[in-house]
């Protein structure tokens, strides 16, 4: 493969590009390389430098880089006959195609689809179209959100109020209002359970005491990942989002799945919330619906939304110029061919405990590896100072660990996953859905090599 100009690139990006949530001062190239090409679940950079890809870009690329050309094909079909229109008032065949498919993959009763451009848009979409519901129900009063601590669901204003990181809400504060964070669930470090050795729900029955707290006639929507990203694959106990479930439909209070990153087979079904057995009011979604091959997102709602907005002859005041773009649509219908064509969620059924066996290998094998979380093939391994105590590692022991050791090693060993501290310290892994076994063995090989010394370290540490 030829290599491109790294150094002219690299002077570019440095005097031109801004990335996101990147420290641009003191950037160092080593540390950002400029990818340049992808095929199966590789990435390839600028010096000719191959990944392997465990984190599906940004949780997105679910079949992998190398169907360009076909997807690239139907966008250009779609771009001769019908290049861009709106979906404000009218409407074009791959819009209403698109949203005919999803009624038919997601979960029963959810069968309106409104497109928008990315997962942020599509959780504002989901705070406006909760109001609206409310609102042609006679109960305009509903306006407060419940969602979870570390919970990451976005950077626009709304979508950030949701978002329960601290350090990246506090200085765009004062957010919007109304929103209240409840835990989340953490079987390693719940509050309520984490040492009864099973979950007593009491983290679901914290949504009722905050309805009720706040008063019920004032709360409109839950919003909740079915296994949340942020602090490392919080997964939940069969029966957590059933019960939240419960709670939302006794208290008249809609109940939002945010499936940015658990929607499009990421967890071994369609949703995560056909994975768990719940029936949302709204999903919100994008990433894999198109597997970043463009830029899409959706707020999926059920009959219940539909019929009250129809009946009250509402309008949903709310409106994207780009969402639902032909060439867009265009591509997510043919990822959605393609996925189902390759069978990459049967991949990740046949596979996701082969995945968790070797996690848990190397929790086996390194003290470092407190422990190991996740569904489908969405995991996290969560680092400790002390497996016994579970202490975690403080922030400067962080910065050694995460930034200074192992996600420049990882990167040399090229092995592309995050090292998160957005809650406790954990790696995520989190590849495309087309990943084998062999391609497993290989990353696990690679911590193999890393983990040890990690260890090392943080021992000479203390
Ligand atoms: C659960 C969740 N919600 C919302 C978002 C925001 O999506 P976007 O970056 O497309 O705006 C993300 C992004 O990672 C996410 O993981």
Redesign the pocket.
Known sequence: MATMDTAKLQEQAIKHLWLHFTQMAGYDPDKHPVMVRGEGIHLFDSNGNKYMDFLSG??TVQIGYSHGEEIGRAMLEQAMELPYYTNWTYSHPRAIELATKLAEITPEGINRSFFVS??????EGAIKLAREYHNANGEPMRRKVIARQI??????YG?LSLTGITSIRTPFEPLMSGVRHVAPTNPYRCKYCADQGSCNLSCAEEVREVIEFEGPETVSMVIM?PVQ?AGGCFTPSAEYHQRVNEICKEYGVLHAA?E??CGYGRVGEWFGSIRYDYKPDII?C??GLTSGYQPM?AVLFGDKIADALLEKEAMYLHGITFGGHPIVAAAALKNLEIMEREGVIENVRNNQDYLRDQLLGLKERYEIVGDVRGAGYFWAMELVKDRATKETFNEEECNVLLRDFLSPTLLEEGLLCRADDRGDPAIQISPPLITTRDQIDEAIAVFDRVLPEAQNRMAKLH
Not at 118 to 123: A, K, M, P, T
Not at 151 to 156: K, L, N, R, V
């Open positions: 940004l949780f990315g997962g942020s848009e599509g959780v919970a990451y669901h976005g950077t626009t979508a990942e990203n945010d940015t990153i919100t994008a990433k997102g």
